[in-house]
């Protein structure tokens, strides 16, 4: 874990510098602006029945949008950005399509300019959580494929808020720290039923997403810091970082919450593009261990 961490730390630092560069000559302007993309990426493998060379015909897709809205006014600025993936794929012979990523993301940043300096006054919002259904998968005893609900739509759902500080330099190069913010986890109650006349199940019972029996709702209250960085590596190359820490004041806060996402598109033409997307969360409460997803992909570009 502790090699993870630094390599995050290091990424993030790396394109903080970077885009502070990038961020010098650009001017504050009043109003709104807006700019997103939309990426779908298409692959495709298949074998015919005399391959010899070991392989399994797949088909797979990912649709990922990522658009910025924000406004500015006087000392005034209100940033708004949408994230949101979802992908599948199919193996030739496997019972069930099954999904590659599911995310949407809304966060929402409002702050106050003190005097003429790049900090400002600041209260934020973020909200996830997934399209659809996810599920574990296994075997019957006749060998069959067989697949468990584990998650569904604000199955887990995670709402921050809370007050702060706001480090600004440009749209494109920003860092909130929010000492008191306050984290609701809420989940179905069919995952967290429990009869509880049954102590032994309810001993056995072990926390959904940190919530317990019978209840659909966690409350957290910590600290949360959100940096954002996006830059040019070259004419047509744009990396973009997110990273979101947190640590709960009432639970372990030692155990600090990590997600960190780098996507990096390389732009051939107006409609066409190569898109890498990284990301790893830690969240003791889902598992311990850091999840990584990667997405890797030639497809089609379209800037908004």
Do not use: C
């Not at 502070?20 to 493998?45: C, H, M, V, Y």
């Not at 074998?47 to 005034?76: E, H, P, Q, V």
């Amino acid at each position: 874990m502790k090699k993870t961490f630094l390599t995050l730390a290091f990424l993030v630092s790396t394109s903080i510098l970077l885009a502070q560069d990038d961020a010098k000559n650009e001017p504050p302007k009043d109003g709104w602006t807006r700019g997103g993309n939309i990426s779908f990426l298409f692959n495709q493998t298949a074998f015919n029945n005399d391959w010899t060379g070991g392989g399994t015909s797949n088909i797979a897709g990912n649709l990922g949008l990522s658009y910025d809205f924000n406004y500015r006014k006087g000392k005034l600025t209100w940033d708004n950005k949408i994230l949101a993936d979802y992908g599948l794929t199919k193996l030739k012979d496997q019972e069930f399509t099954r999904k590659t990523n599911d995310r949407f993301e809304f966060n929402s940043l409002l702050g106050k300019q003190i005097k003429e300096t790049n900090w400002y006054y600041s209260f934020f919002i973020n909200f996830r959580t997934q399209f659809d259904k996810g599920f574990e998968y296994g075997k019957d005893d006749q060998g069959n494929e067989i697949r468990t609900e584990t998650t569904h739509i604000f199955s887990p759902a995670y709402l921050q808020f809370g007050p702060g500080m706001l480090w600004k330099k440009s749209d494109n190069l920003k860092v909130n720290i929010a000492p008191a913010t306050a984290r609701l986890i809420f989940v179905d109650g069919d995952f967290t039923k429990v009869d509880e006349t049954d102590q032994a199940a309810l001993d056995a019972y072990v926390p959904y997403f940190g919530v317990e029996a019978n209840e659909t709702t966690r409350f957290e209250f910590g600290a949360a810091v959100n940096a954002y960085a996006k830059f040019q590596l070259m004419e047509n190359v744009s990396m973009e970082n997110i990273l979101n820490l947190y640590s709960n004041y009432l639970e372990d806060p030692q155990n600090v919450d990590i997600d960190y996402t780098a996507n990096l598109v390389m732009t051939i033409n107006k409609y066409l593009s190569a898109n890498i997307t990284f990301q790893a969360i830690y969240d003791d409460n889902a598992v311990s261990a850091f999840q990584i997803r990667e997405v890797f992909g030639l497809g089609i570009n379209y800037g908004l």
